[in-house]
């Protein structure tokens, strides 16, 4: 399976600087966590920046720990360990509403991003929405792009 994580940019710098090996979420979804399963793909998306920036693979399933991951942080506590598949640096994150890619994905099918609300059509607003493998791929291969790509 394939979820969307929905995190601010603040939140996912802190990842990628002091734990990219671990995703940290409060425990209200802890429920949601325990569908997802070793194996399954993370696909990130940036809230305020509106773009994708990355794809990671679950390699432990969640678990919980009162163990501090990130300074001053106490209420993250339930754990997903993960392994990179694709990582752009911010120069490169592919933004949501670009027009090939929005026009690819099942996802975004019947959802004009020109509207208010879009962003609660297309299922972005919260994390651990399930992303069809085909849109996964999509946005992997538009990650992967070379920076001289239009995007």
Same mark, same amino acid.
């Given at each position: 399976?394939?979820?969307? &994580?929905? &995190?601010?940019?603040?939140?996912?710098? +802190?990842?990628? +600087?002091?734990?990219?090996? +671990?995703?940290?979420?409060?425990?209200? $979804?802890?429920?949601? /966590?325990?569908?997802?399963? $070793?194996?399954? @793909?993370?696909?990130?998306?940036? =809230?305020?920046?509106?773009?994708?920036?990355? !794809?990671?693979?679950? #390699?432990?399933?969640?678990?919980?720990?009162?163990?501090?991951?990130?300074?001053?942080?106490?209420?993250?506590? !339930?754990?997903?360990?993960?392994?990179?598949?694709?990582?752009?640096?911010?120069?490169?994150?592919? *933004?949501?509403?670009? =027009?090939? /890619?929005?026009?690819?994905?099942?996802?975004? *099918?019947? $959802?004009?991003?020109?509207? #208010?609300?879009? &962003?609660?059509?297309?299922?972005?607003? =919260?994390?651990?929405?399930? /992303? #069809?493998?085909?849109?996964?791929? =999509?946005? &992997?291969?538009?990650?992967? @792009?070379?920076?001289?790509?239009?995007?």
């Amino acid at each position: 399976m394939n979820y969307t &994580i929905t &995190i601010n940019p603040e939140n996912h710098d +802190t990842f990628l +600087t002091l734990n990219p090996r +671990t995703f940290a979420f409060r425990d209200t $979804v802890s429920r949601k /966590l325990d569908k997802v399963k $070793v194996g399954d @793909r993370l696909v990130v998306y940036l =809230a305020q920046k509106m773009v994708w920036a990355g !794809v990671y693979q679950v #390699s432990r399933e969640a678990y919980t720990s009162e163990e501090l991951l990130y300074p001053g942080e106490s209420r993250f506590v !339930v754990r997903l360990e993960v392994e990179t598949i694709v990582e752009p640096d911010d120069a490169h994150y592919v *933004e949501i509403k670009t =027009a090939e /890619l929005w026009n690819q994905l099942e996802r975004f *099918e019947g $959802v004009n991003h020109k509207k #208010s609300g879009w &962003i609660y059509n297309a299922q972005l607003a =919260a994390s651990l929405c399930q /992303l #069809s493998d085909a849109d996964t791929q =999509a946005i &992997i291969n538009y990650l992967k @792009r070379p920076a001289s790509d239009s995007r």
